[in-house]
C-alpha cells in the first residue's frame, strides 16, 4: 500500500501597497480581516511614505494621479483606524503624521479656507471641522511631548526623503515641531471656540473619503445613516481633555481643574465611545494634581481612593475597607503601609493600630510576604478583644477562598501557636474550622509541652532515683550544652560529677575542641571535675567571643584562671593571654586613659614574648595577631620593632613599622619599602599557598610568601591606625597600577614615590588578585574614615576605570568638599589637577551631560575651547542645560554658545545666554582681581550644584 501524500498548504502572499493602487474597493476588504498582512500601521506608513517620495517627480498627469490616490488611501486607512491619534503617533514618524493631517486638511477644505477657519468652527461642515480638529489636537500634542528631553526614537520603518540618516530624519521633525509652535495660539484658539458647539458631529469614514475624492455629488447625497455619528457629548469630552492636559502642561491649574470637571460631568453621557480616546491613568493623575474626584464611568470609587477619603475623615470605616480589600486585593501593599504608619504616628497605642497592623498582617500572608516580628510579639500580648479580631479577620478572608491560601493561614497558626490565649481565641471561632479534629489537638499538644517550667537541677527527685538516672543526665547535658554562665556551668558539672563521678563530660559536643598544648595539661590533671571545669570554660569564652559578648567570655576565662592558678602556672599563664585576647577585641580605639594603655601595652608585649619560649606556652595566632595590632593601632612603631620572635605576622607588622617611622622621610625608608613590596607581590603570586614542615608549622624559605592570601587580606582589614591604612593602600595600588600598565586610568595614592616602578616576574603575579583586594581594602579603609581626600579620590579613580561614571564624579566631589569647605575655597591643586578635571569632563561626557562639560573645559590651564564647542553642539542632553549657563565665564565659549542656540532657533535659552555674556561682572575692561573672584564664584556655584546632584 502506497503511503498517502498530504498536500502542503501554499503559504498566503502577502498583498503589496501598489495592489491597491490598482484597486481601491479592495483596501477596505482587506483591512477588515483582524490578521491582515500587512497591517493597518504598515499600510498607513508605506501609502505616506511612497506619497512623499512621489511628491518631488510631478512632471505627468499620471504621476499627479499617483500621489492624490497614495493620500487618498492614507486617509482611508486613518478613517479605519477611526482618526485615533493615539494610533496614529504610534505608527508614523513625527513628519509624516504632520504630512497626513495636512493632506486631510487639504482634502476636504477650499483652498480660500484659511486664517477664517480658526474662529469660525461652529459653522463648518462636519468634515472640515474634523480636519481641522484633528490637527490643532495633535499640535498641542507634540507641543507637550516634545517639551520633554527624551532618546531620539530609532528609524526603523521609512526614512526621510533626500536622505537616509536619522540626522536628517531629526531635522525634518525639529521643522515640524518649530511650525507647530508657531502656531500654538491659533490651535488653543480654535479648541477653545469649539467647545460651543451645540450639535453632534459625523466623521469621515472609508466610503466617506472615497465619495469626498472622487464622487463629490454623491457625498453630497448620502444619507445621514451612512455616517459614523458620534455625540456632543463626546466630542466635547475628549476637547476638555486635550485642552485640560495643555493648561496643566502650562501650569494655569485653574484653567485644567475646569476642564477636567467639565470631562468628568458628561462622562456619564458618553457611551460606547468611537471617536473620545481618553487615557484614563493620565486623567485620573491630572485630577488628583488638580484635588478633583475621578470616577470613570460614574461607578463607585475605587477601594485606594475610599481609603483615601477615610483617612481624611479620621479613619472612618478604615477596618472595613482595609478587610473588603484582603478579599478584593486592589490596593497596593505599600500604599497599606503608608496607612499604617499614618495610624501608628497619630494613635500609637490605640487598638486601632493593632487592627490596621492585623489587616495587613493577614494581607502579607495571603502573598507571602514576610511579617514583621514585632507584630507576631504584638499579637501574643494583645488583649483578648484583638486577638478574637484577629480571629475575625482571618476567617473573612479566608472563608470563601480556595485551600492554597487556607493552608498559609494555617501555616501562620502553626507558628504563632505557643501563645494559648491565640489558640483559645481560635477554638472559639470559626476559624477553627480550616483544621481537622487531630490538627487542633496537635496544635493544643504543643502548646502544653512550651508551657511547661524549664527543668532545673533537683527541681523533680523521681529523676533522680536510679531508674530515671540516665534521663536525669541527659536533661542536666542539654542545659549544660545551652547555658554560658561560669556560674551556672560550675553548678551543672557539680550535679553531674555527683551523679557520675568518674565520668568526664567534656565530649558532648563535637565543636568542643581547645588546642592540644591546652589539652596535654588539662588530661594531667587529677580531678576530673576540675578538668571539666576548665575545659568547658576555654570552649565556652571561645564560643562568647565569636559572637561578640566579651563580657561573659572573660567572666568565663576569670574562672578558669581562679581554678587553675594553683595547679598549673603555665595553663595559668596561657588563660592570661586569652584574656588578653578578650580585652584587645573589646577595645574601642582612642577610649583608653593612658594608664590604661600602658598596661595593655605591658600585656601585649609579655605576651608577644612567649611565642617562641620553651617554658610557657606559645600563644595562639590568633593572639599574636591581636597584640601586634593594638601596637600597630596605637603607632607604637619602635615597640612592635622590639619584638624578638618574628612570625609572619609579626614581620609584615616590622616593616610596616620601618616604613611608618620615617614616611616623612621618603629616601629613608625605600629600603624597607622594597621589602615590604617583595612580600606583597609574594602573596599575590599564583604559587602563594604556604608549605608547612612536620609539626604543621609554615616552613618559610626564600622566595616563599609570608602569608596566606586570605589571611593577608583578614590582618590588614583590622588595621585603624590612618598612617598604615595609607601605606598599604599606596603599596596595593601601586602593584595594581604596575600590572594593569595602563596609563590612562592609573589610581591616584599617596605616596607614588615610595615603592619600585617594576616588577621582576609580572607573569607569576594575579593581577585579578591584585585588583579585587586593593577595591575591597579601599572601600574599607573608607568605610573606616569617609572623610579622608586621598581615599577618595583613590576610590574616584578605581570607578573611572571600572567606566562606573557617575560614582567616579561623586567620590571625586567627595574629596575635595573638606579641603575646599564645600567648595567655597578653591580646590587644592595637589589634589585636582588638570587630569581630574579631565576625568570629570569624560564622566559628564559619557553620561550625556555636555553642558556640564563646557562649564568644566573653562576648569582648565588653558580653556579646552575644542572640546567645549563639540560638547555644545550634542542636542541631546541630560544635564540642568540653560540653568547653568550662569556657571560660564569665558567670553568665547559664551558666543559659541549664542550662535548653535541661535542656529537652532532654541530662542529662550539664547535670550537667557545673552543675559549672561552681557552682565557687568563680565565686562572686559574689568581688572584682573574682579574676574578672578568672578571666576572663583562661578566654580563654586558649578561645584555646589554638581554637589547637590551627585551626593
Known sequence: MEPQIIPRVPTPVPILWFEFLLNQNQLETHLSDPDADPSASQLLMQFVDQSIKAQGNLETSVQVKKVRDLKILALKVAAHMKWNLGIIQESLPLYMVHKLLKDFMELVSNPELKEQVMTTSDRLDDHILMAFMLFN??????????????????????????????????????MVIKTVRDMTNESIQFMENSLSMPRDITIPTIETIHKLSYEFPAFLEMSLSDHCHISNAEFIQQLCFDLGSYYF??????????????????????????????????????????????????SQ????????????????????????????????????????????????????????????????????????????QMLKTASKENITFFTMVCWK??????????????????????????????????????????????????????????????????????????????????????????QRIQTLLTELHRVAPNKRHSGLSELWKIDKSYSF????????????????????????????????????????????????????????????????????????????????????????????????????????????????????????????????VVQVGQMLSEICKDISNINSCRRQAKALWDSFVQIFSSSNQLKRSANGKPANKAGQALMNRMEFLSFIQLIEEPTVMSVIASCLIKLHNVLKDDAGNEVYHQYPNLWPTTITN??????????????????????????????????????????????????????????????????????????????????????????????????????????????????????????????????GILEYLIYILNKRNELVKKRKAVDVIGQVELNSCNSTEIFSEVIKKRKTMMLQSMAKQYL
Not at 260 to 275: R, T
Not at 301 to 314: C, F, G, N, V, Y
Not at 774 to 801: E, F, R
Request: glycine share 4%; net charge positive.
Open 249 to 298: 502642561h502650562c501650569g494655569q491649574i485653574e484653567k485644567t481643574a475646569g476642564m477636567l470637571k467639565k470631562a468628568l460631568d458628561i462622562n456619564s453621557q458618553v457611551q460606547d465611545p468611537v471617536y473620545c480616546d481618553i487615557n484614563k491613568q493620565k486623567l485620573k493623575g491630572l485630577c488628583a494634581a488638580c484635588n478633583l474626584d475621578f470616577m470613570p464611568q460614574g
Open 137 to 174: 489636537r495633535w499640535s498641542v500634542r507634540v507641543i507637550i511631548e516634545n517639551s520633554y528631553p527624551t532618546k531620539p526614537p530609532k528609524i526603523t520603518g521609512p526614512q526621510a526623503p533626500n536622505g537616509n540618516a536619522a540626522l536628517n530624519v531629526a531635522g525634518i521633525n525639529d
Open 521 to 648: 595539661i588539662i588530661d594531667g590533671m587529677g580531678n576530673k571535675k576540675l578538668q571539666d571545669v576548665v575545659f568547658l570554660m576555654l570552649v565556652k569564652s571561645r564560643h562568647c567571643l565569636q559572637i561578640k559578648d566579651f563580657k561573659t567570655a572573660r567572666s568565663l576565662l576569670t574562672t578558669a584562671f581562679d581554678a587553675v592558678k594553683d595547679t598549673s602556672l603555665k595553663l595559668g599563664k596561657a588563660i592570661q593571654h586569652e584574656i588578653l585576647h578578650v580585652d584587645i577585641c573589646a577595645l574601642k580605639l582612642g577610649q583608653q586613659t593612658a594608664a590604661e594603655k600602658n598596661n595593655m601595652t605591658h600585656r601585649a608585649m609579655g605576651c608577644l614574648g612567649t611565642i617562641q619560649s620553651d617554658r610557657d606556652i606559645p600563644p595562639r595566632p590568633e593572639i599574636v595577631e591581636r597584640c601586634l595590632l593594638y601596637l600597630l593601632n596605637y603607632g607604637m612603631w619602635f615597640t612592635v620593632l622590639n619584638v624578638k620572635q618574628r612570625p609572619p
Open 762 to 891: 609580572v607573569s607569576s603575579v594575579v593581577t585579578d588578585a591584585v585588583t579585587s583586594g586593593m577595591t575591597q581594602y579601599v572601600q574599607h579603609i573608607i568605610q573606616h574614615n569617609p572623610h579622608q581626600s586621598s581615599w577618595l579620590k583613590s576610590q574616584a579613580d578605581i570607578h573611572y576605570g571600572d567606566s562606573q561614571h557617575a560614582a567616579a564624579i561623586k567620590f571625586y566631589l567627595q574629596s575635595a568638599m573638606l579641603p575646599s569647605n564645600f567648595f567655597t575655597s578653591p580646590v587644592p591643586k595637589q589634589l585636582w589637577d588638570d587630569a581630574v578635571y579631565r576625568r570629570i569632563i569624560k564622566c559628564c561626557s559619557y553620561l550625556k551631560c555636555h553642558t556640564q562639560v563646557a562649564v568644566f573645559c573653562q576648569f582648565l590651564e588653558p580653556v579646552d575651547h575644542p572640546t567645549a564647542f563639540k560638547a555644545l553642539q550634542e542636542r541631546i542632553c541630560y544635564d540642568a542645560m540653560d540653568c547653568l549657563y550662569h556657571c560660564f565665564w569665558d567670553m
Open 301 to 376: 470609587p475605587s477601594l485606594e481612593q475610599r481609603l483615601a477619603s477615610s483617612l481624611k475623615e479620621e479613619y472612618k470605616g478604615l477596618i472595613d475597607l482595609l478587610i473588603e480589600d484582603n478579599i478584593l486585593k486592589e490596593v497596593t501593599l505599600q500604599y497599606r503601609q503608608l496607612i499604617q504608619h499614618d495610624v501608628h504616628s497619630k494613635q500609637p497605642t490605640s487598638d486601632l493600630y493593632l487592627q490596621v497592623c492585623t489587616c495587613n498582617a493577614v494581607r502579607q500572608i495571603m502573598d507571602g510576604v514576610p511579617l514583621n516580628p514585632k507584630y507576631i
Open 397 to 486: 478572608t479566608v472563608q470563601n477562598s480556595d485551600d492554597r491560601l487556607k493552608e498559609k493561614i494555617k501555616l501562620f497558626i502553626r507558628t504563632i501557636s505557643s501563645s494559648s490565649d491565640v489558640l483559645r481565641a481560635i477554638g472559639s471561632s470559626e476559624l477553627k474550622q480550616l483544621f481537622t479534629k487531630d490538627e487542633f489537638t496537635e496544635l493544643i499538644f504543643q502548646v502544653d509541652n512550651q508551657s511547661r517550667p524549664a527543668f532545673s537541677v533537683r527541681s523533680n527527685t523521681v529523676l533522680q532515683q536510679k531508674a530515671n538516672k540516665a534521663l536525669y543526665i541527659g536533661q542536666i547535658e542539654q542545659q549544660l550544652l545551652t547555658t554560658n554562665q561560669h
